[in-house]
């Protein structure tokens, strides 16, 4: 395989991380990065050390020599720059959330197949030894069919301010909690599950803690809770919050308040549980990945092994790169945030009408 140019675009944590990925993934260079802030550039060329730099976006779409972008920017940018990117004749991963709603990732999923690229959004997390070791479980009928998940990202005390605020700011960044950790619990559970195809939502937000929040604009909510019911009979239970007062049944977080990130999937020979302990305070000992199994008839509780992996951004990055050389399929693919952007959509829409809401 060839190695791939890549260019980032958005020099941030995330920005950073995606360009460790690339470096770390063997199969791509590192070619181009791109930032208005001129410091950023400056600090991340030190340390990353890419072909080129850029303070215009559309200066280093027309470089021919990069074949793939990386996006890393707020919210509202994720469209826009990826259809820019998608014209330009480019492959694209893109940061969590895809885009503000699925009609706008549909035309990203339609753009990208009309001209023959690859389209990915990130989700590192798939990647982690636990999921992919959790996965494995799944695929090895350990559990049997999986007739029910429950998913929850919450924080006591976490809502997050971002450059200017953006976070909390709708016009920005799309919605709240539900679009910041809900893509990502959600997308846990669902990616355990297989992916089935969701059929109907109902779900309720709230925005309780306004005292909590210091940006100038507080217009999104800080909960949600929700049920979504796949095609396949399935359901899966979620639960997000950036704050709450939440009990003590809830362990500590990395910053001292209270925080959790975990998953449980149901099935009728067994049940798996997968904690992110990355999010724990260190002096919380939880298992990060344990199988609930019946065994004869008796339940038996097994903490199954699993190879850590130092860096989720190098193997996301290693599967984008093979899917750009047609090695094996994009596993965070354009199809699947389609219908990862419609499940958001309904969470939003069950909340403002006050019903279920069932999707075409």
């Known amino acids: 395989m060839e190695k791939v140019n890549v260019g980032l675009v958005g020099l941030g944590w995330p920005g950073q991380r995606h360009a460790e990925g690339v470096q770390g993934s063997d199969l791509g260079q590192l070619y181009a990065a791109c930032d208005l802030n001129a410091a950023r550039r400056e600090t991340f060329a030190v340390k990353y050390a890419p072909?080129?730099?850029?303070?215009?976006?559309?200066?280093?779409?027309?470089?021919?020599?990069?074949?793939?972008?990386?996006?890393?920017?707020?919210?509202?940018l994720h469209f826009p720059t990826t259809l820019k990117a998608l014209h330009a004749g480019k492959h694209v991963l893109c940061e969590k959330p895809p885009t503000l709603n699925a009609e706008q990732m549909r035309q990203l999923r339609n753009e990208a197949d009309s001209r023959g690229l690859i389209y990915f959004f990130g989700r590192q997390m798939r990647f982690s030894?636990?999921?992919?070791?959790?996965?494995?479980?799944?695929?090895?009928?350990?559990?049997?069919?999986?007739?029910?998940?429950?998913t929850m990202w919450v924080r006591s005390r976490g809502t997050p301010g971002g450059i200017d605020g953006w976070f909390t700011d709708r016009s920005r960044a799309g919605g709240g909690v539900v679009i910041d950790l809900g893509v990502h619990a959600i997308d846990a559970a669902w990616y355990l599950m297989g992916t089935p195809k969701p059929r109907t939502v109902s779900a309720q937000t709230y925005q309780k803690f306004p005292q909590l929040v210091k940006a100038p604009v507080f217009d999104v909510e800080d909960s949600a809770d929700g049920m979504i019911r796949f095609e396949n009979g399935s359901s899966l239970l979620f639960?997000?919050?950036?704050?709450?007062?939440?009990?003590?049944?809830?362990?500590?977080?990395?910053?001292?308040?209270?925080?959790?990130?975990?998953?449980?999937?149901?099935?009728?020979?067994?049940?798996?549980?997968?904690?992110?302990?990355?999010?724990?305070?260190?002096?919380?000992?939880?298992?990060?990945?344990?199988?609930?199994?019946?065994?004869?008839?008796?339940?038996e509780t097994v903490e199954l092994p699993f190879e850590p992996v130092p860096h989720e951004f190098v193997p996301q990055m290693q599967n984008?790169?093979?899917?750009?050389?047609?090695?094996?399929?994009?596993?965070?693919?354009?199809?699947?945030?389609?219908?990862?952007?419609?499940?958001?959509d309904a969470i939003y829409e069950s909340s403002l009408r006050g019903h279920e809401v069932v999707l075409s």
């Open 51 to 76: 072909q080129r730099l850029f303070a215009d976006y559309d200066e280093m779409l027309a470089d021919p020599s990069v074949q793939a972008v990386v996006i890393s920017l707020p919210n509202s």
């Open 129 to 150: 030894g636990s999921v992919q070791a959790a996965r494995r479980a799944v695929a090895e009928r350990r559990l049997g069919e999986i007739y029910f998940a429950k």
């Open 239 to 299: 639960e997000v919050s950036w704050a709450a007062n939440l009990p003590d049944d809830i362990p500590l977080g990395k910053w001292g308040s209270r925080e959790l990130f975990s998953t449980v999937v149901h099935g009728p020979k067994g049940t798996i549980r997968i904690v992110d302990v990355l999010q724990l305070h260190p002096s919380e000992k939880i298992p990060a990945l344990t199988l609930f199994e019946d065994r004869n008839g008796k339940l």
């Open 320 to 344: 984008f790169l093979r899917a750009i050389n047609g090695v094996e399929p994009p596993i965070n693919s354009a199809v699947q945030a389609v219908k990862l952007m419609e499940i958001l």
